[in-house]
């Protein structure tokens, strides 16, 4: 048996300054310290944009993204028994946890340093992480850096034989302070609903192309089908609510650190003003500059 912690009052538990809404969705919100919003003059503008709504901004310092990391579980027991020898993990129940800032977690990087924290905002919530089944886990935070960190971090301190991440679902736009009340009310469920989230796998797309191109003999039919399959990748937009299968363990952090900061810097320009702007824009950029 896991020692569980006990809260005062429980997320889902009648608010007691009795408005008759649950804690999460009342007084809550207002006494958690993990939102704040950064003026907007602190993020560079173009000659002659308008001033923006600034962002909300997490208490270590990155634009309120909300995302969801899924992972296969091959030994439950195995990894709460993991998961109990961390300082900075709390186990809530035998189906959800919590990970705070602090402890092991540390040395996790972020934009602010454990010891830069304020004291009176401890202890920072990182994660929180909720099985689905005997199987599989969720495991959400309030920015892709966090994300970022967590994956590495998680690998470092668990087996690999207990968990393995396959998936990563992302919000991919910045939330301002016009969007305070409707996204702070929102369950991570809502955000990652089936019903809200598009699932894109570019390996499986790639690999029906290819099978494709194998079956034409004409050449000049396969390069037409190569351009029309660039052509509709170059026009695609960002998606809102994204789900895909990332390959951490074939292809290391970097290739994951490449795939979140083309959909945050897509979705600061749309911030911007720029909301033309589409991934392929952005990786055409980088090419131009190396």
Not at 162 to 191: C, G, M, P, R, W
Not at 271 to 276: D, S, V
């Amino acid at each position: 048996m896991f020692p569980f912690r006990q809260e005062k009052i429980g997320r889902n538990e009648l608010c007691p300054c009795g408005s008759g809404e649950k804690y999460k969705k009342c007084c809550l919100l207002r006494e958690d310290p993990s939102v704040s919003f950064s003026p907007s003059w602190q993020h560079k503008r173009r000659p002659g944009e308008d001033k923006k709504s600034p962002l909300m901004m997490t208490t270590t310092k990155e634009p309120l993204m909300p995302i969801r990391l899924y992972y296969d579980v091959f030994d439950k027991e195995g990894f709460l028994q993991s998961l109990n020898q961390l300082e900075c993990v709390w186990l809530e129940s035998e189906d959800q946890f919590l990970i705070t800032y602090e402890k092991e977690a540390q040395r996790i990087p972020l934009s602010v340093p454990y010891n830069q924290v304020p004291e009176d905002v401890y202890p920072v919530l990182l994660a929180v992480g909720h099985f689905v089944d005997e199987a599989h886990l969720h495991l959400d935070l309030r920015s892709f850096e966090r994300g970022l960190g967590m994956i590495e971090f998680l690998d470092q301190e668990i087996d690999r034989s207990l968990v393995q991440i396959t998936h990563i679902a992302s919000y991919n736009k910045v939330s301002t302070k016009d969007d305070f009340k409707d996204i702070t009310l929102l369950e991570f469920d809502e955000f990652f609903s089936e019903d809200t989230l598009t699932i894109r796998d570019p390996e499986e797309a790639l690999q029906r192309l290819e099978a494709a191109l194998e079956r034409e003999d004409d050449q000049d039919e396969k390069r037409k089908m190569v351009e029309r399959y660039f052509h509709e990748t170059a026009q695609q937009d960002l998606i809102l609510v994204e789900k895909y299968p990332i390959y951490y363990y074939d292809e290391g952090i970097e290739s994951v650190k490449i795939t979140l900061m083309l959909r945050s810097i897509v979705a600061l320009e749309h911030w911007r003003g720029n909301t033309a702007c589409k991934p392929l824009d952005v990786v055409q950029r980088v090419f131009n500059q190396t």
